[in-house]
C-alpha cells in the first residue's frame, strides 16, 4: 500500500474515519444515518468470508468472498487491514482506500479493533470512535432481539464484546449509544467537526 506521504497526484487527501463497535452495539444505523447526513461520505464495503445474513445483499453490505480467495488476496496484498473476527475473516480493500483518499474524499470504515489498529499504523491521522452499549445486559438484549444469530453465536459475540470493549481507549472517540438520538448528534458532530479540520476535546459521548 501506498504511504500517503508518497502520494503525488493529488494535493488535498481525504479524510479517513473508523468507526468500530461489539456486534449489536447499533454501529450500522448510526453509520446510515450519517451516510444519510454525508451523502458525499463513501464507504468501504469490506470483503468478508461470512455467509451472508438475511437481508444481506453481495456488493451492498460486503462482498462475500471465499476463504481461498480471501487468502489469495493476503498473498497479492489486496488488502489494506484484515483481521478474523468471530470466527470469519474481514479485510479493507487497499486499491478502494488509495483511490478514495487520493481522489480527495473522505472514507469512511467499519471494522474491528484490530483492524483500527493496522489503519492507524499506515495513517496516523485517521479519526477514530468507538461506540459503546450502554451495558453489557442491553447488549445482549439487542443481540437476542435481532434474531440473526444462533444462541452460540451470541455467546461467542458478547465474549468478542467484552474484549473489544476493554480497548476502546485506543480510539480517540467514544459514543455510548443510550438514547439513539443523542448517538447520532454526537457522531454527526465528531465527523461534521473532523470534516473541517477541527480536533474536537471533548473525546467521551455519554
Ligand atoms: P458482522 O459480521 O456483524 O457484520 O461484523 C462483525 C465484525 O467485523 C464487526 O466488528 C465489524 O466492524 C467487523 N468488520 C466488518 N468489516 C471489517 C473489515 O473490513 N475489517 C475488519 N478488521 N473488521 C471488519
Not at 89 to 114: H, K, M, N, P
Not at 115 to 141: D, K
Not at 146 to 160: H, L, Q, V
Amino acid at each position: 500500500m501506498t504511504h500517503p506521504e508518497n502520494s503525488k497526484s493529488v494535493e488535498k487527501r481525504g479524510r479517513l474515519f473508523v468507526i468500530s463497535a461489539p456486534s449489536g452495539t447499533g454501529k450500522t444505523t448510526l453509520c446510515d444515518a450519517l451516510r444519510n447526513t454525508f451523502p458525499e461520505l463513501c464507504y468501504s464495503i469490506s470483503y468478508t468470508t461470512r455467509q451472508p445474513r438475511k437481508g444481506e445483499a453481495d456488493g451492498r453490505d460486503y462482498h462475500f468472498i471465499s476463504v481461498e480467495e480471501f487468502k489469495e488476496g493476503i498473498a497479492l496484498g489486496r488488502w489494506a487491514e484484515w483481521a478474523e473476527v468471530h470466527g470469519n475473516f474481514y479485510a479493507t480493500s487497499a486499491f478502494v482506500l488509495e483511490e478514495t483518499l487520493g481522489s480527495g474524499r473522505d472514507l469512511l470504515l467499519e471494522i474491528d479493533v484490530q483492524g483500527m489498529r493496522q489503519i492507524v499504523g499506515c495513517f496516523p491521522e485517521a479519526v477514530t470512535i468507538f461506540i459503546l452499549p450502554p451495558s453489557m445486559n442491553i447488549l445482549r438484549e439487542r443481540l437476542m432481539k435481532r434474531g440473526t444469530d444462533a444462541a452460540e453465536m451470541i455467546e461467542r459475540r458478547m465474549a468478542d464484546a467484552i474484549r473489544e470493549i476493554a480497548r476502546k481507549d485506543a480510539y480517540r472517540y467514544r459514543i455510548v449509544n443510550d438514547d439513539f438520538e443523542r448517538a447520532k448528534d454526537a457522531l454527526i458532530f465528531l465527523v461534521d467537526a473532523c470534516r473541517k479540520g477541527e480536533d474536537p476535546e471533548t473525546t467521551d459521548y455519554i
